[in-house]
């Protein structure tokens, strides 16, 4: 996924599709999705298996051309069709030049990439992994955004990419760090995380409502979404809303996530 920090990170909240699906106008639908709801009536789990990571961020630099890394090691987190992605106390300051004037305190990412002109920065998301297989890329954004503060024109960018390896480490990257002023007397200086935590944890698709169990709500739940044309319900991670998204569901509820 790419997306620049003015996008929301929550993919349920955006929606723009007109509604392509109902139980009750869709006869190729209809079968399945009342036998379904009927057996899920009929087959409530109550648990769901969290399995979660944290990966600290505190002393990262976001710093002109210098790539870093952290992860969760030693601990690991399994394969799952779906996880939760969240950036948690994470607090940064500027180190030297204009980002050090700017910021010599700890103050929050959000407010920092705020003031930067880099717009809203979501920091929670559901992803989807469709394969529920690993490795897989969690999260890939670009920040970006330029503003003019003490008279210097000042621009930056950064990747930040979070992923979980083939044998279960999360991983935060950072790279592709360019931050520019204008002033020649007056360096950028950078940004380093004095806390901050990237916690991913599994989640799970058929508990579509985030309650914590598996339920009949959650068929209606989804078939909201669904008709709603909302980009949670393409749980199959195509790109597009259809029946494929049904099937995908179903075969996940029926699995009991
Ligand atoms: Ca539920
Ligand atoms: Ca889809």
């Known amino acids: 996924m790419n997306a620049t920090i003015n996008s929301t990170l929550n993919p349920r909240a ?34 769901i298996a969290v399995q979660a990571v944290s990966i600290d961020l505190t002393g990262v630099q976001i710093r002109n051309a210098t790539n870093q890394t952290r992860t969760s090691s030693p601990n690991l987190i399994d394969p799952a069709f779906q996880y939760s992605y969240t950036i948690r106390n994470a607090n940064v300051r500027g180190v030297g030049g204009v980002l050090g004037l700017l910021y010599p305190n700890p103050v929050s990412l959000e407010s920092v990439i705020s003031g930067l002109g880099g717009g809203a920065f979501g920091t929670s998301a559901l992803i989807n992994n469709p394969t529920g297989t690993i490795p897989t890329t969690l999260i890939d954004q670009t920040l970006a955004g330029s503003t003019v503060q003490l008279g210097v024109t000042f621009a930056f960018s950064a990747n930040l990419v979070t ?29 380093q995380f004095t806390s901050g935590f990237v916690d991913i944890a599994t989640s799970c698709i058929a508990d579509f409502d985030q309650d914590g169990g598996v339920t009949g709500a959650d068929v209606g739940a989804f078939f ?13 991670g195509s790109g597009g809303i259809d029946g494929s998204d049904i099937g995908f569901f179903f075969t996940r509820f029926e699995q009991g996530c």
Request: proline share 4%; aromatic share 10%.
């Open 14 to 47: 955006t929606s723009s599709a007109p509604a392509i699906f109902s139980c009750r106008s869709k006869a190729s639908y209809a079968a399945m999705c009342l036998a379904y709801v009927a057996g899920a009536l009929g087959s409530v789990q109550s648990a």
């Open 163 to 191: 992923s979980i390896n083939a044998q279960g480490v999360a991983s935060f990257v950072v790279s592709s760090v360019s931050i520019t002023s204008s002033s020649p007397f007056l360096a950028p200086g950078y940004l």
């Open 224 to 236: 909201n979404d669904f008709q709603q044309g909302f980009d949670s319900a393409d749980v199959d």
